[in-house]
Nanobody
Framework: QQQLVESGGGLVQPGGSLRLSCAAS????????MGWYRQAPGKQREFVAV???????NYADSVKGRFTISRDNAKNTVYLQMNSLKPEDTAVYYC?????????????WGQGTQVTVSS
């Protein structure tokens, strides 16, 4: 089973940017779609973005135009560039190692990284 380690979270002011990273161990990284999800306090975990092995991407409507997902197969790492951050983006962000149907998470979860958007 893959192990995932997220990093890059922190405190940022509204309008600011952050780049999250998710490093994956194991050999299946190159054959699975990888995705990002988030969970705000008191809310269910929700889909944010996914990238397939061919580079096809899908985003939640709430982040389209602001977030960009990318992957480096040589480094077994998936990234989430977050721009124009809003307070409602505050959440713990998780990556998943096996996303299917461009949205549904089936694989392992990392420990998460906290993103706080506040002035």
């Amino acid at each position: 089973q893959q192990q995932l380690v997220e990093s890059g979270g922190g405190l940022v002011q509204p309008g600011g940017s952050l780049r999250l990273s998710c490093a994956a161990s194991g050999s299946i990284f190159s054959i699975n779609a990888m995705g990002w999800y988030r969970q705000a306090p008191g809310k269910q975990r929700e889909f944010v973005a996914v990238i397939t092995t061919r580079g096809t991407t899908n985003y939640a409507d709430s982040v389209k135009g602001r977030f960009t997902i990318s992957r480096d197969n040589a480094k077994n790492t998936v990234y989430l560039q977050m721009n124009s951050l809003k307070p409602e983006d505050t959440a713990v962000y998780y990556c998943n190692s096996d996303v299917r149907y461009l949205k549904l998470a089936f694989g392992s979860w990392g420990q998460g990284t906290q993103v706080t958007v506040s002035s």
